[in-house]
């Protein structure tokens, strides 16, 4: 083959405009975007001109079977593409956010990306109070592994097995502890919990995908503090939500926004304590988000 011919290859990490890519045969050239494209996401498969033994131009990107990432009004960042798995970790040290969770399944949904919640740090005194939290997501038939990554790391490699999994969270739930201890020759650098401020700092700066085996690969992403929906319509949001997609086609209007209108049968749910209040103030936050992202 010619330095010139253009060739296939997988990112396997992104630094902004700058990316590293492996060819089929297990080389890495660094690359970076044509002209001011940047619209490339970690495990996305490129089309690339090979310049020399070290670098390479991306042409283009490939059919993506799945992408996720989030989205707010003001900017679209791509978090992962050809992902099979959503792994969200959360942890009883620093606090968890619930409405986080909350929008990275609905991305999830809305990505036919299959979600794991994964709560970590299990050992700790305070994992009984996160242990009841996560009780709501397993009522709604998500899926819910405890974990003690630190200790044993074992109960998660059936879930990996076969799948290309993404671990998204916030900052300190212990992604880059869960990536060591798969893989120890990675050299993630585990976050230092910052208490005082009851937040991770942030350590991973860019997505980098590892290979656990033939068939099964991780990409670490950096930590989320929050996670915007601007690419979800909002009509589309009851029904990515399995608590509130069961009451749907009950409303008195097709088009009901579920908010002031007469007869909204999502609204006499949560009245009655069938949908948490949470829950529908999540979806009015996002309906105001994606209003206020669509009059930008």
Request: aromatic residues 4%; neutral net charge.
């Amino acid at each position: 083959m010619k330095p010139s011919d253009p060739v296939i290859a997988t990112i396997v990490a992104s630094h902004g405009r700058a990316y590293i890519i492996e060819q089929a045969d297990g080389s890495r050239l660094t690359a970076s975007a044509r002209g001011k494209k940047t619209d490339y996401a970690c495990g996305d498969r490129v089309r690339i001109k090979v310049l020399n033994a070290e670098q390479a131009v991306i042409e283009g990107v490939e059919p993506r079977s799945t992408l996720l990432y989030r989205s707010d009004q003001w900017r679209e960042k791509l978090i992962a593409a050809n992902v099979t798995q959503l792994v969200i970790v959360a942890a009883p040290v620093p606090s968890f956010s619930e409405e986080l969770i909350g929008r990275c399944l609905i991305a999830a949904e809305a990505g036919g990306i299959e979600p794991l919640i994964v709560l970590n740090k299990c050992d700790l005194l305070e994992a009984d109070a996160a242990r009841r939290k996560m009780a709501f997501w397993r009522g709604l038939g998500y899926r819910v592994l405890e974990l003690s990554a630190q200790e044993h790391i074992a109960p998660l490699l059936p879930y990996l097995a076969g799948q290309i999994s993404v671990l998204v969270g916030q900052s300190g739930m212990g992604k880059s502890t869960i990536t060591n201890a798969l893989l120890p020759d990675a050299r993630a650098r585990v976050k230092e919990i910052s208490v005082a401020l009851d937040s991770g700092k942030h350590t991973t700066t860019h997505a980098t995908l590892y290979h656990l085996d033939a068939q099964s690969h991780l990409i670490d992403s950096p930590g989320l503090q929050s996670f915007g929906l601007a690419h979800v319509a909002a009509e589309d949001l009851p029904g990515l939500m399995p608590d509130l997609r069961e009451h749907l086609g009950g409303c008195r209007f097709h088009n009901c926004r579920h908010r002031a209108e007469p007869g909204c049968a999502l609204r006499a749910a949560a009245e009655t304590g069938a949908i948490r209040a949470d829950r529908m103030a999540l979806l009015y936050r996002l309906q105001d988000e994606l209003a206020a992202a669509a009059a930008y």
